[in-house]
């Protein structure tokens, strides 16, 4: 069963990232696919196992840059993980659909 979050405008950028950082550094994953306002999580099976949605217009400024924000902050996680943890960065393709 898929695990679902969502957030809206008002989410606390440490909190989330927190909670996505402590998800990604789980031994059962290994990616995060970052597509607009909607993350999957999937483990080896390459199964979705958790999807973070954020509920923010792509034109709202603050909304942008908090998930610019969280998005760097995984990132960065992943890569200090140096294991085969990986992510697809696909944040910015979502606005163009607007």
């Known amino acids: ?36 306002q909607n993350w999957q999580v999937y483990n080896y099976s390459n199964e979705i196992i958790y999807e973070f949605h954020f509920l923010i217009d792509f034109k709202n400024i603050e ?17 200090s993980l140096r294991d085969d943890t990986s992510y697809v960065d696909s944040l910015v393709v979502e606005e163009l659909l607007y």
């Open 1 to 36: 069963m898929i695990k679902k979050e969502i957030y809206y405008i008002d989410f606390d950028v440490d909190e989330v990232t927190e909670r996505i950082n402590n998800l990604m550094s789980k031994w059962s994953v290994h990616l995060i696919v970052i597509k607009g």
């Open 63 to 79: 909304g942008r840059i908090k998930l610019e924000d969280l998005k760097l902050n995984v990132i960065h996680h992943i890569e």
